[in-house]
Structure formats: C-alpha cells, structure tokens
C-alpha cells in the first residue's frame, strides 16, 4: 500500500493580504522532484480564502479551510459552510483541531458532523485527534485518541479523508513525542480506523503526525511508520520553514 504524503499548513488566526506572497514562494520551491512525492496544501484564515484559492492554483498547491458548520448554510453568523470553502477553491478541511475543541467546547459529534459536511460539499476533511499532557502522563493517551477516532469519524467515510494525530502538548511548544511514541500511536490509530471501516479502507487513510514539526526535526518524524504526512502550524507561515518541512522527502 502506497499512500502519497501529504503535508498540510495551519495558518490559523494568522496572515494578511501580504502573506499571499509566501504561497507564491512556496510553489516556485515546490519544484518537480517535490511535488512526484507530496502533495502541498495551505489552510489560510477565512478571509484570505478566495484570494489565496487563486495564488495556490497558480502555485500548484492545495487550499484547505481551517473549520466549516455542520450546515450548508443559514442563520448562523460568523460560520462558514464547507460548501463555501469549496466555493472558494478549498479541497480539504481541517475539523476537530485541538483548539477548536477547547476554544469552542466542539465535542467529538460535532467534529462527525463536520467531517459529514465536509464530504457532503465535496470536500477531504482533516480530522484532527490528540491526548493532552495529563492524559498522557495518566497513561490514557490511546484510551483517549482511540475514542475520539471511534466518535470523530463518519461511519461510512470513504478512504480518502485524512486523520492528524496532534498530541496538545506538543502544538506551539516545540515539544514533540519520541519517535517509538508516535509509532506506537500511529499503528494504533491504523488499527482504530480498520475497526470502524474496515481494513481495505484503513490502508488507504492518511495519517498526519502534527505538533511541532519544524524543518529540524521533519526528517525523524517523518520516516516513522504510518506517518503519511504532516499538520504544520508555525513553520508554515513562511515558505522556507514549510518547504524546509516537506523536503523531507525528497
Ligand atoms: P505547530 O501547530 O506546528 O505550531 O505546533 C500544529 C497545529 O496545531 O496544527
């Protein structure tokens, strides 16, 4: 089983019009022998969206959005629809980020249901999953990942959605899990995932490893088993952190 890596940038309540030119950059280092290997997504802020669409197009990157609502729109101000992301030129969404979880209360139906809408608009979600520090230092880490993936993910999602593993402890801290660490959550997580698809499905699922992944340390994180890619936040903001990431595999 092949799965091609995917390394995807979290912007999160970052960039301005400005920034634009750090998408622009990245495509022209996103050069041939890179991109036979990895696909490149941005997830920029809602209101770069549209015009972020066109430069990633012409940069030959993917867009994603950072969240959608469950509904495909209506009265419910300040949200946006995944069929507006889609609108906007998005192919991925991320739902059920860490901090949506805990700035927003978003429990694991809600992140189902996000994910539904998300494929409903024609969209790859990005769901997310993570033990925080207390839970891992209780031992509870697969315990509580396992459940978030049993309550996380569509019933009958299709192969092509995308899990990141985002231990909270690690997202802006520059602390990252040992390797042994995210290979045993990984091949957990594969595990998981066959219990609620089935093993064919399984396969084909690409599991992201996320939390502190910087050009310094992208390698080693990288090459572990099951690892198919990266969420990135802080180092994708600039086009040489985010390049200096996904040449990991080259
Ligand atoms: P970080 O964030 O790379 O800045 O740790 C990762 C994320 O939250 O997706």
């Known amino acids: 089983m092949t799965r091609r890596p995917l390394v995807a940038g979290n912007w999160k309540m970052n960039g301005l019009r400005a920034s634009l030119a750090e998408i622009e950059a990245m495509g022209a280092a996103y050069d041939d022998a890179l991109r036979a290997r990895a696909d490149l997504i941005v997830c920029p802020p809602a209101t770069l969206m549209a015009l972020a669409g066109d430069v990633a197009a012409r940069a030959g990157l ?25 609108d906007a030129g998005a192919s991925y969404v991320i739902v059920g980020h860490s901090e949506r979880r805990s700035d927003h209360g978003e429990t694991d139906g809600d992140v189902r249901a996000k994910a539904a809408a998300a494929l409903r ?71 998981r995932i066959e219990a609620r698809l089935g093993r064919g499905k399984s396969a084909e699922v690409r599991i992201l490893y996320g939390g502190s992944v910087k050009p310094s340390n992208a390698r080693e994180l990288l090459r572990v088993a099951n690892v198919d890619g990266a969420l990135v936040g802080g180092a994708s903001l600039t086009a040489k952190d985010f390049i200096g990431v996904a040449s990991a595999y080259r």
């Open 62 to 86: 993917g867009l994603g959005g950072q969240d959608c609502h469950a509904a495909p729109g209506g009265a419910h101000t300040g949200d946006i629809s995944a069929e507006m992301l889609k």
């Open 121 to 191: 608009a024609g969209l790859t979600p990005i769901i997310c999953v993570g033990e925080t520090r207390p839970e891992r230092d209780a031992g509870d880490a697969l315990t509580v990942v396992g459940a978030q993936i049993d309550g996380s993910l569509p019933a009958d999602a299709p192969s092509h959605i995308v899990i990141a593993y985002e231990p909270v402890w690690a997202i802006g801290t520059g602390l990252t899990p040992t390797v042994d660490d995210v290979a045993a959550m990984h091949a957990f997580a594969r595990e």
